[in-house]
């Protein structure tokens, strides 16, 4: 409770007590009260020596505090435009919103946006378009080395764990991908029953914490992951180097959300605060890397591996690559996850200025990969604030094969943007642990919403670029997409970014590159 409560609480027992002893009539009080109340609260703010706004402005100062309080809901509601909102804007929340319940997206009268503003990106529509496709292509994901190849749709459910989301966002999550065909990403928090009880296809995620295959010291468990790897609703397996929205460092799990359900999926003990490193144990150079994801691959009994980051060093990426070409090993996918990226909650310093935006980081790993010779035998997911097909398109145009979304499936499972994930008191059950707040979200209705917004959202993906003259992802190409750099002019994307030519790296790299190629060391990532 807080002072301001118990500070009205002792006045209504003393007021009800003096009213019994001396008979007077109960009714008087009630406009007493109120004044009394402020009153005290005056002299505590005055005598209080926390904040300088009560001091000065007692009572009063309170209002300012309740301002801010509700600020970000004000703001969304009332105060931003319908195309300027952040991290999503209310017209993507808003035709995710449509998409998942099935009803029209369509918006009539023309776009809001300023069409001539430096930034504004277009994509190229041809004279000539195709039919739209019938049934949506899958990529296929498995190297030479795979014995067990995965068909990965467009778009899937990026990585969120159990224990950052509720049990039933997690299950309505895995209900739509069963539903629709798509895949889920586990996140790093381990594998729970509600990501194997609905039955969709998982990639399952391993974190710095190993969780889910961790020893009692906090190493990785080898013979623990081959047992849960060798379940049939784990697709594909996948190492967490970074994430985008806090690359570099790790987490802390506060013992208090540590019950006996989260302790049992991650393998550490209840009630115990639990701490995931920014580092890995099981490999400290690139070539240990690339051997590892070897060995996951291996364990797994021959199901897709690879690995997901934000990118940060080009030249760290590089050396990356040379271990691949020095070892014959590669991972079957690489998920390059933007700084843009943000379920999870970090701090402001990091969302704002550490990582590499998606565009630039799939640019990186797309021509890294295309000059070393590798991009045939490697795929690249995107992940970082897909929620429509325009989004979709533009990835793949910038060198994905398929995409991942996060905050637009919890979205399509409720989340209104309330940026309370890291509280424990997600208004809509999305993002807690508190079962009288996670029961508000009904897993059978969510479910239906996430199978028919990742259902749309591939279908409009897919009609853009039947009108930009291509059938398959892999007819895009860089020149289809043009973003405006001034108010006179726009450029396409073959023109503002270098493309390597595949092998280039390893006959004659270009001058922009030379330096970073040389410079990388399969045995050590160089700052």
Known sequence: MTRVGIVVLILVTALGALVAAVGISPY????ALPL????????????QRRHSVLRNYPVLGHVRFLMERIRPELQQYFIERNYDGRPFDRNVRSIVYERAKGTDAEEPYGTERDVYQPGYESLVPSMAPCPVPKNPPRVRIGGPECSRPYDMALLNVSAMSFGSLSANAVLALNGGAAAGGFAQDTGEGGLSEYHLRPGGDLVWEIGTGYFGCRTEEGDFDAAEFADKAANDHVKCVSLKLSQGAKPGI?????????????????DVPEGRTVVSPPYHRVFSTPRELVRFIARMRELSGG??????????????????CKAMLEEGTAPDFIVVDGAEGGTGAAPLEFADHVGTPLTEGLHTVHNALVGAGLRDRIKIGASGKIATGTDLVKRLVQGADYGNAARAMMFAVGCIQAQRCHTNTCPTGVTTQDPRRARALDVRDKTARVQRFQEATVAGALQIMASMGVTDPAQLRPHMLRRRVDHSSERSYEELYEWLA????????PASWAADWQAADPDRFTV
């Open 502 to 509: 595949p092998g280039q790296l390893l006959a004659e790299p």
């Open 303 to 320: 199901k897709p591996a690879g690995f997901k980051l934000c990118v940060g060093s080009r030249r760290q990426f590089l050396a990356v």
């Open 36 to 47: 009394t109340c402020v009153g005290v609260l005056g002299a505590w703010d005055l005598a």
């Open 28 to 31: 008087w009080w009630f406009a």
């Open 250 to 266: 790790g987490g802390v799990l506060p013992g208090t959300k540590v019950n006996a359900e989260i302790a049992r999926v991650r």
